[in-house]
């Protein structure tokens, strides 16, 4: 999943975008109003996380245009201003979730958690043969038996289970995962499909993750096998 922070505090900025992406999400960071605009407008987000006090302008007036937008994602205000009418103001903008500075980081990630569950019709739990991934306690087990990832991994397996039987390619799971764009050299794909299918492959009879020559990878179920998604 895909975050933007629009965060003018540097300190605070990068605070929260490691500890996003150390709990698996890709994040942006925009420093102002001008270039969340462009973020939002160039990249669908699956949550937006909004300062109010930004350099070139209210973060409510920006609120305002996302939300005028055909498809917006939610929006959790994280912010300095601490009065009961700046709370309820910022909701009946628009904002689905309001919370103060400073703030304990494990309570950003458990709002944003609870956003991302609340604004997404995606399963909570997916299964494809007897691999199966809990989204929300971020738990795998294949075969009943427990598998350990690392964050990366768990979100590009993630993604692979959710799009089970389509061929992905390396762009497609660089830009989804990681915050970067894919410049085509880099092999950092592979090494971490290596890593997973030496935890849910390599010890397993029937393989799950395809090589798509010339494309990229794909997560097939066994043949016969049940290929459900159910929350």
């Not at 949550?47 to 005028?68: A, V, W, Y």
């Not at 904002?95 to 909570?124: I, M, N, S």
């Not at 993750?209 to 929350?231: D, F, K, S």
């Amino acid at each position: 999943m895909r975050l933007l922070v629009v965060e003018d505090e540097t300190r605070i900025s990068d605070f929260v975008r490691r500890g996003l992406e150390s709990a698996g999400y890709a994040v942006d960071v925009a420093a102002d109003g001008q270039s969340a605009i462009e973020y939002v407008h160039s990249t669908d987000y699956d949550l937006i996380i909004l300062d109010l006090m930004l350099p070139d302008t209210d973060g409510l007036e920006l609120l305002k245009k996302i939300r005028n937008r055909k498809s917006s994602p939610p929006v959790l205000i994280l912010s300095a201003r601490d009065a009961v009418d700046d709370r309820v103001k910022g909701l009946e903008h628009g904002a689905d979730d309001y919370l103060v500075k400073p703030f304990a980081f494990v309570e950003l990630l458990a709002r944003t958690r609870a956003l991302l569950r609340r604004g997404t019709p995606t399963p909570e739990r997916l299964i494809v043969g007897d691999l199966a991934l809990d989204c929300i306690r971020r738990k795998v087990t294949r075969g009943g038996d427990n598998i350990e990832l690392a964050p990366k991994e768990f979100s590009i397996l993630e993604y692979l289970m959710r799009n089970q039987g389509r061929p992905l390619s390396r762009t497609m799971i660089v830009e989804h995962v990681w915050d970067v764009e894919y410049d085509g050299l880099t092999n950092i794909v592979d090494v971490y499909i290596r890593h997973l299918r030496g935890k849910i492959d390599d010890q397993y009879p029937v393989k799950m993750i395809q090589t798509v020559r010339g494309v990229g990878y794909m997560l097939e179920a066994p043949a016969g096998a049940e290929r459900a998604t159910e929350r």
